[in-house]
């Protein structure tokens, strides 16, 4: 990105002389990192996925959103920690554990990366279709070029951080009134939170995934080294960002899945070609449609910028890569994907199978080598000295990641087989 007041410092950020209290730009920059990780997170298959089960379970997805969100904290918690009291990013600490383990990382997430991002591509252009009547692809075109000119602006950093809590806080809003507008059964959805009329794992594992799988994990992570917390001094402000970041995301798919309840509830019949704008639709009418392609763009475009602001940060240097070239990366990121969303139309079934396969197989091995760190290599952590809880909650989590791998790459055997 280009230069701006809250460029990543040559080194980790020291503790403040204020007894820990952060300037305002860097309480921006954080709140940023916060809200990058939790629209990252929230992107079309987001409000797919949310909408599909809640079709399917009814108010007993409930219990899969609250079990999702505790691994998610589990696992987020362990990735901010380490990367942020270190002060590296996640392919410089895989590059530590095992020569070349890092660029390993790297491939995976910038080739998962490149391919989701034309699917938020494409998000974008049917959220500027269900709000203006754009043609779709006139309206992915037309949402490349806006995330290309935030990252061309002069105070690129500030942009992004502005525009990701704005359109954040702008989804979960909207969505909150469609809800209200539903009337959901709130007192079922309580009560399966701690009795689930039905238990469904694939919706768990989906969730997990779809939080934090590929890139996402690492977009508030990364963003957090920008803005200069880091180091064993600042594990307040890191743990909070994390449960944050998580918290965020966490409302959002609340609110969506209530929305989607009410309709669904009430008896509505959906349109199985776009159930989630059907529901926003029959929730709200004319204007619930109109809702529904603001919240679709909103989740479209802020993935776009934390796709391509995570994969770039992963094939570049804080300290070596200059602020133009990271710029110019970002901005051939996004042209690349807008140019194969036009190209093609839409983002392929195939092509998609394939990158989630990618981010499947590359959130166990990223998590491990964090969890390495912390459990072997404290050297580069500065002495600071890793809770034995945190690391046992992180392993147990990573397990799980281990699961959600076997399951990608299932997929892929079946388009072979």
Known sequence: MASTPDSPPSSPAQPTPTGGRLASSTRSTLLGAMFLMATSAIGPGFITQTTTFTVQLGAAFAFAIVISILVDIALQLNVW???????????????????????????????????????NVAGSGLGLDAMLGLDPKLGGALSALIAIGIFLSKKAGVAVDRIVVVLGLA???????????????????????????????????????????????????????????TGPAHVRDITRGSITGILITAVMRVV?????????????????????????????????????????????????????????????????????????????????????????????????????????????IGIAVLLWVATRRTDLLGGYRYPRWLLAVGWVAWLLTLYLAVNSVRPVIELFS
């Open 81 to 119: 920690r380490v990367i942020g009291v270190s002060g590296r990013r996640a392919q410089e600490l895989g590059n530590l554990v095992a020569p070349g383990l890092g660029w390993v990382m790297a491939g995976f997430l910038v080739v998962g990366g490149l391919v989701f991002n034309i699917g």
């Open 256 to 364: 969506l899945f209530l929305a989607i309840l009410g309709v669904v509830s009430g008896g509505a019949a959906l349109d199985p070609d776009n159930q989630a704008a059907s529901a926003f639709e029959q929730a709200a009418g004319e204007v619930g449609l109109r809702v529904f392609g603001i919240v679709l763009w909103a989740a479209a475009i802020t993935s776009v910028i934390g796709a391509s602001y995570t994969s770039v940060s992963f094939v570049t240097s804080r300290t070596r890569t200059s602020d133009r070239t990271r710029t110019l990366l970002v901005v051939g990121f996004i042209a690349v994907t807008a140019l194969a969303y036009l190209v093609i139309g839409t983002a392929p079934t195939t092509l998609l199978v394939f990158a989630g396969a990618f981010n499947g197989l590359l959130l166990p």
């Open 171 to 229: 989804m979960i809003a909207l969505t909150t009134y469609i809800a209200i507008t539903s009337g959901p059964p709130v007192g079922d959805a309580l009560k399966n939170v701690v009795l689930p009329e039905q238990v469904e794992i694939l919706a768990i594992t989906t969730l997990v995934g779809g939080t934090i799988g590929g890139y996402i994990v690492y977009a508030g992570a990364h963003r957090l080294l920008d803005s200069g917390v």
